[in-house]
């Protein structure tokens, strides 16, 4: 660009960008020498480049600022890890769909307080987590269009005296638009404010699901079975598998929590423009990338290779007091108020629980002894009518359920199709 403005010659702009690529491959095959009095990366790339080529090396920083460009190296570093992070995050609901796909008709307890609440499929389940993940989707698209911004040409802080062409860089370099103000350009680290936030957030809902997997793996629960890879033994109890990548997981999204509470509180005093507080802002981000990365690829794999129990799934939801608002529905469906139906089916219930019995095992009589709108009918209710009846938009009947998996299928080829 510089020689394209004649503010440089093309002889120099050619010496330049050749000695550059070298110092490149020198840095790529380790024999590039780092000299720590030299300050800097970018006065060890110039102080190289001088060896090269000679004094044409001094036009090197021509029109730019250390300010400006590390704040579009940052930039450009954002918009490949949120490239690699949309990536693994499809790789992720790919599997919690085929997992989905694969046991359509399981039905397990949903919870509520860690009560078993009501009858849901496994599929639905997975699901939830789908949309978890796609919202985490929207908010990497969302800084990844808040990242596109070239900030080089601002300078220092308030521009440059040189008659650039900032357009030509923006294309040279892929971005869709330049900063329109040059103190905000490199002052500005909203975009890994975003990165934080998004990977905090993402974090946070695989945690979630890294404490359903730690549970479910459990002799309480025996939902699922966690492949031995996933898994590690105790130094002492040889029976032992422990969910230690789940659990690890859980323990590190504190870690990427912590780094966006420490760029926050880095950003929250800092006057205009650029302040070398602004260094430390790094360190947090590529920590907070590697373990979002590592920690999504992982469950990917993870949740492939999880072994689903569905007999143990199926005894949870029947072996439990789960039916008690279909029976309150089903007196609902004969004319009576909601609450009324709530408060009889409460009383039904500590009936059964007092007997050590469930909904399945009480006679009509024994219904009728609370209300005498039961009949017959009310003996068929059962985990899968219960499943059944939630036939609505979102809801756990398997129809939905079914058209959801196929929904989630066709969103998930269209977001390859046109992934950054």
């Known amino acids: 660009m510089l020689a394209k403005q004649g503010i440089v010659s093309d002889a120099d702009a050619e010496a330049i960008t050749k000695g550059l690529r070298e110092i490149l491959q020198e840095i790529e095959d380790g024999s590039f020498v780092w000299r720590p009095e030299l300050e800097d990366i970018h006065m060890n790339v110039e102080s190289r480049l001088h060896e090269k080529i000679g004094d044409a090396a001094g036009r090197l920083h021509t029109a730019r600022s250390r300010n400006d460009q590390i704040a579009l190296d940052v930039r450009m570093f954002v918009k490949d890890a949120v490239g690699e992070v949309l990536s693994a995050i499809h790789d992720l609901r790919t599997s919690l769909i085929v997992q989905a796909e694969l046991n359509a008709e399981v039905v397990m307890p949903g919870y509520t307080h860690v009560q078993r609440a009501q009858p849901v499929l496994f599929a639905h389940h997975m699901l939830a987590y789908f949309e978890m993940l796609g919202r985490d989707s929207d908010r990497f698209q969302q800084t990844y269009e808040r990242a596109d911004v070239l900030p080089l040409g601002s300078g ?182 909601f609450r009324e139906a709530h408060g009889v089916v409460a009383r039904l219930s500590r009936h059964a629980v007092e007997r050590g019995v469930q909904f399945e095992e009480l006679t009509l009589d024994e219904y009728r002894s609370f209300s005498t709108l039961f009949d017959e009918e009310v003996l068929a209710i059962s985990v899968d009518s219960s499943v059944a009846a939630r036939d609505v938009p979102g809801g756990t009947a398997f129809d939905r359920v079914n058209q959801a998996v196929a929904d989630a299928k066709t969103q998930l080829v269209s977001e390859r199709g046109g992934s950054k």
């Not at 423009?273 to 602004?278: A, E, H």
């Open 156 to 337: 220092a802080l308030a521009g440059l005296p040189y008659p650039i062409d900032r357009e030509f860089v923006a294309q040279e370099l892929g971005f869709s638009q330049i900063s329109r103000n040059s103190m905000d350009a490199v002052a500005d680290r909203d975009f890994l404010l975003d990165f934080q936030s998004a990977s905090s957030i993402c974090m946070m809902h695989l945690s979630r699901m890294a404490e359903e997997f730690v549970l479910w793996s459990s002799d309480e629960f025996a939902f699922i079975r966690l492949s031995e890879e996933y898994t590690t033994g105790s130094s002492i109890m040889p029976q032992k598998r422990n969910p230690d990548f789940a659990e690890l997981a859980r323990g590190k999204t504190g870690r990427v929590f912590g780094s966006l509470m420490a760029l926050l509180t880095l950003m929250k005093g800092l006057p205009l423009t650029y302040n070398r507080d602004m260094q430390e802002d790094k360190e947090g981000f590529f920590d907070t990338f590697d373990t979002l990365l590592a920690t999504l690829t992982i469950f990917a794999d993870m949740i492939a290779k999880m072994h689903i129990v569905p007999e143990r799934m199926r005894e949870a939801a029947q072996g439990s007091y789960v039916l008690a608002t279909d029976i309150a529905d089903y007196l609902v469906d004969r004319g009576m108020p």
